[in-house]
């Protein structure tokens, strides 16, 4: 994170530079004729290839349903963490207002979600989670953007299980799964902004016996609430 953070700095001193060079050039004088000279754009692009670091609110829930033929029971239970990670992305004009983009990240997690059926207790926390996905913005004035994102995500999950028997099962696998938000960001200079999203997460049933628990399945879900801050380059 420090090493994105001093990179963002010097990228921006290095922007900053040319424009105070310029303003440190005195202007030719001539009374006889009017110069208009064009300067640069005043809006953001939100266009080109990014760098972002991001963290904030992950809730984690998870639903246990049980079923054996003669009883069958679900619960469900949830627990609030932190997430934190970073992300890479690309994006580009289409036309004068919309833009689109793709960008891949990598985060990790702090919330644990248990659950209890009628004979044992399962209880799951995430790992590392990949995301890879794609985003449609749009152009709010010169310094907003409005965007809508879906991605595929592959979570690594840490899985424990006690029966009644005393049986104690730890399990660790990775879980494919889907991811829809949307956002908004906000430009503090031309390349650089800050961000605020939402993101819904489902991935794919546990089949039981990968913890040790028969006739017992386990999903889980996850809703998200970041911030974070970027570069386009």
Request: include cysteine; charged fraction near 20%; proline fraction near 3%.
């Amino acid at each position: 994170m420090k090493t994105i953070l001093l990179a963002t700095s010097a990228f921006l001193v290095a922007a900053a530079a040319p424009a105070f060079a310029q303003d440190a050039t005195p202007a030719p004088t001539d009374t006889s004729t009017t110069t208009t000279t064009t300067g640069p754009s005043d809006g953001a692009t939100f266009t080109g290839p990014r760098a972002e670091i991001f963290g904030g609110w992950d809730r984690i829930g998870g639903r246990t349903r049980y079923d054996d033929g003669t009883t069958r029971t679900t619960t469900h239970n949830h627990k609030n963490g932190a997430t934190a990670g970073g992300l890479l992305g690309y994006d580009m004009p289409i036309g004068d207002k919309l833009t689109a983009g793709v960008f891949g990240s990598y985060t990790i997690s702090t919330a644990k979600s248990c659950a209890s059926n009628a004979v044992s207790t399962a209880c799951i926390k995430p790992g590392r989670e990949i995301e890879g996905g794609a985003r449609i913005g749009y152009k709010m004035g010169n310094r907003a953007l409005l965007y809508v994102k879906g991605a595929y995500v592959n979570g690594q999950m840490r899985e424990t299980s006690a029966d009644d028997a005393g049986d104690y099962v730890r399990v660790r696998s990775d879980r494919d799964g889907w991811r829809a938000g949307a956002g908004a960001e906000l430009a503090v200079t031309n390349h650089a902004y800050v961000k605020a999203e939402y993101d819904y997460t489902r991935f794919k049933s546990i089949p039981g016996e990968d913890f040790g628990a028969t006739a017992t399945s386990l999903r889980y879900d996850r809703n998200q609430v970041l911030a974070g801050f970027g570069v386009h380059f």
